[in-house]
């Protein structure tokens, strides 16, 4: 066992130096990231070449709750508050009901697959049953796909949200267990729930606030923002706890209103966080991966793997279908969520508070909790982007600037300086520089062009190459003009602009009387008083996003654009 100070420094240095490394490799593969870190703290535990011995249970869960604390933060600073209008309803289902349908049928299964009493089986389907944040947000903001917004919001609205359901399950089982042949009182149940997420969301909007003037109105040196928002967010985590509340939903919370409250401070925070949430997921997966024992998974290997089978193919999209069905999600949407069901650190976490509470059996319950979430991160997490193209929930990729920076200029002014590169066959390719006057992008102007890794000079006599990089001041908010000018016209197959959208774009606000005068369609009176962007909406039953479809008759419109919820420009297809 590693004693040594140095030592100690030494293996965690290079476990994380390695799991690190291993990025390459995990791409090249479509594994998750996440998942090799996992990996590379178990074959550096006890029964790997590493032979560190680590049990510590308390510890651990000590080091984890910190790690998710960061990570929830980190995911809550970059929710945008549009995001979670468009998908809060379905998501909160999701994270509530959702959770306690797959607890519950999870529950059942492993009652008779593991032959254990009906309170350990639902104990377990309530420490698998909530979706980790740490899993989904790395894996999809790194897998490169561009999902449509409603889609990626619930996604990722749910992983933040479901874990004080699951703790609450786990805590109630945990009582049911420990009450043996006794009744728990149906208030306390109540009670129990009532401060879970009292607590937490109330300490989340009011420490979120708290945080976002505070940043606002003091002045220090750049880094120290992003200090003073994690030290605060985990004051507020673990106050929370301490008190019965939920700390993660109150952390969650506290990123949310951070993220959104706009200030000088805002983006040196998100830099800094990004870096930081890195760190906490590294080192929770190593953490965790030292905790197991592999020899000690294979007594329950068999009966782990099918109660993953359950969870993926039975309890998980039948949760997803139940919950989403009243908001009318499309069935390939549906069918998409419930397979980015993803299982990563929060199951492992929550399976270690049976074995602190000398649960019997609970060590059998924490191997088939970490099975479990290795099935799910090999299998569901390796196949995100080929599933997103089979069901067809993938929008167009729109080029985004290689760098970009929020400038202020004024006490509530601010301007963005912004970083293309001109792509094979862009509309910027042989373009002067006065040829920027005629975008829609106000307050635009040319700052530099790096052209081979040299500057070059500013004039009117220049002409844009394919790869020059090109540093642009602009008003905020006009990304999406800027990237049209420097992107490839055309891209292959489905998602080609053309391809996906029509060759054909109509403002959003044009008559749908003129569209159906034109192409021949039979509307009704109250449809043809309605603006095309309108016309969708209706016919959609819902807040739309880009991506979605309706057909009228011989033509496709398809939403290209929007502005809050109102639709911009609609791509017409015949």
């Known amino acids: 066992m590693l004693t040594e100070p140095n030592l100690v420094l030494l293996f965690g240095g290079l476990m994380l130096l390695a799991g690190i490394l291993a990025k390459s490799v995990s791409d090249r593969l479509g594994f998750p990231l996440l998942l090799l870190f ?36 980190d995911g809550g600073l970059r929710t945008q508050m549009d995001t979670f209008r468009t998908a809060l309803a379905p998501a909160g289902v999701l994270a509530t009901v959702g959770v306690v349908l797959t607890a519950a049928c999870v529950g059942v299964a492993a009652t008779v697959l593991l032959g254990v009493d009906w309170r350990l089986g639902l104990l377990l389907g309530a420490i698998v049953g909530s979706t980790d944040a740490a899993a989904v947000f790395n894996l999809l903001r790194q897998s490169g796909i561009a999902l449509n917004e409603r889609v990626r919001a619930t996604l990722e609205i749910e992983s933040g949200a479901n874990d004080p359901m699951a703790i609450f399950l786990v ?16 208030l306390a149940i109540a009670g129990l729930f009532l401060t879970q997420f009292g607590i937490g969301a109330a300490a989340g909007l009011v420490g979120g606030t708290a945080l976002a003037r505070l940043i606002s109105r003091m002045r220090m040196a750049e880094g120290l923002y992003a200090l003073l928002v994690a030290s605060g967010a985990i004051a507020i985590f673990a106050g929370v706890n301490h008190v019965g509340g939920s700390g993660f939903l109150a952390v969650y919370l506290t990123g949310i209103i951070v993220g959104n409250s706009r200030g000088r401070a805002t983006e040196h925070v998100k830099l800094a966080m990004d870096g930081l949430a890195w760190l906490a997921q590294a080192g929770l997966f190593l953490i965790l991966g030292l905790l197991v024992k592999p020899s000690n998974l294979l007594d329950s290997l068999v009966v782990a793997l099918l109660l993953a089978a359950v969870l993926m193919f039975l309890a998980r999209p039948l949760a997803v279908f139940l919950c989403l069905l009243p908001f009318r999600f499309p069935l390939r949407e549906m069918s998409y969520i419930s397979w980015v069901g993803l299982r990563g650190a929060v199951p492992i976490v929550l399976a270690i508070f049976p074995v602190m509470a000398g649960i019997p059996e609970s060590q059998l319950l924490f191997n088939v909790t970490f099975v479990v979430v290795l099935a799910s991160l090999v299998i569901q997490g390796s196949s995100i982007p080929r599933v997103a193209q089979w069901l067809k929930v993938l929008i167009p990729y729109r080029t985004r600037p290689i760098d970009s920076h929020e400038l ?30 005629r975008l829609d992008v106000p307050g635009l102007q040319l700052v530099q062009v790096v052209r081979d890794g040299r500057r070059l000079p500013l004039a009117d006599s220049l002409f844009f190459q394919e790869n020059d990089v090109l540093w642009l001041l602009a008003d905020p908010g006009h990304t999406e003009n800027l990237a049209s000018f420097f992107s490839r016209r055309e891209r292959s197959g489905e998602l080609a602009s053309s391809s996906f959208f029509g060759e054909f774009m109509l403002n959003g606000d044009s008559p749908a009387a003129d569209l159906a005068v034109s192409y021949g369609l039979t509307l009704s009176p109250s449809q043809r008083e309605a603006s095309v962007g309108e016309l969708i909406t209706r016919e959609k ?28 420009s609609v791509g017409l297809k015949l």
């Open 38 to 73: 996992l990996l590379v703290g178990m074959f550096a535990g006890e029964d790997g070449v590493g032979g560190i011995e680590f049990d510590s249970f308390e510890t651990a869960f000590l080091g984890s709750n910190l790690a998710l604390a960061i990570i929830l933060l």
């Open 171 to 186: 805590l109630l089982s945990l009582q049911f267990i420990v009450a043996a042949d006794s009744m728990v009182e149906p």
């Open 408 to 437: 202020w200029i004024g006490s509530n002014t601010t301007v963005e300086l912004l970083a293309f590169t001109v792509e094979p066959g862009a509309a910027a390719t042989g373009a002067q520089p006065a040829r920027l006057e």
């Open 541 to 568: 039953g819902r807040r739309c996003v880009v991506g979605d479809r309706i057909a009228l008759g011989p033509v496709s419109l398809t939403v290209k654009s929007m502005d809050g919820s109102r639709i911009t």
